[in-house]
């Protein structure tokens, strides 16, 4: 679109000063298709071009979870459930956990803080807390290691039930029947 607009306008000025004539009038337009000539360059070749480099597998670790994904079934809220995910490194290099966050507050995780050999057992425990969570829960977990792809997530999933209070047993409010 650019390119269009600019010949556009190239060709305009072009036809503009050959209608009048003259010598000096030629070196102007000599100057102005060399300014377009340099414009149209640099938007062809922007210079903010970013070069990916690809990385060397042999520096890095590879997870290789038991499990990706852990259904705890149906739950009285207010419960906390705990379960640990268990991993093997299959990489080539030691495997670093670099940051754990979870997708809520009502989620903690705690993970293997030194590094895991190649072949070696690492792990991701994670708590949920069910604290005013009613209904279909499903928190993530979000690794960041040495891996390939850098971030993994785990996840757990399950159903809370609402607490009953006894106030909602038997009365619909504090009008006495």
Known sequence: MKHLSLSALALAVI???SSCGG???SDKIAQLEQ???QMEAATATPS???TTTTVDPSSLGKFSFEEVEFDFGTIAEGKVVEHVFNFVN???APLVISNVTASCGCTTPDYTKTPVKPGE???VKVAFNSAGKPGTQAPTVSIQA???PNVNRLRLKGNVTPRTTANTQGQLGPVKQ
């Open 121 to 123: 057992s690492g792990f």
């Open 90 to 92: 299959d990489g080539q």
């Open 48 to 50: 903010n071009v970013q």
């Open 15 to 17: 036809l503009g000063f």
């Open 35 to 37: 300014k377009i000539a």
């Open 146 to 148: 040495n891996t390939s």
């Open 23 to 25: 010598n000096d009038q």
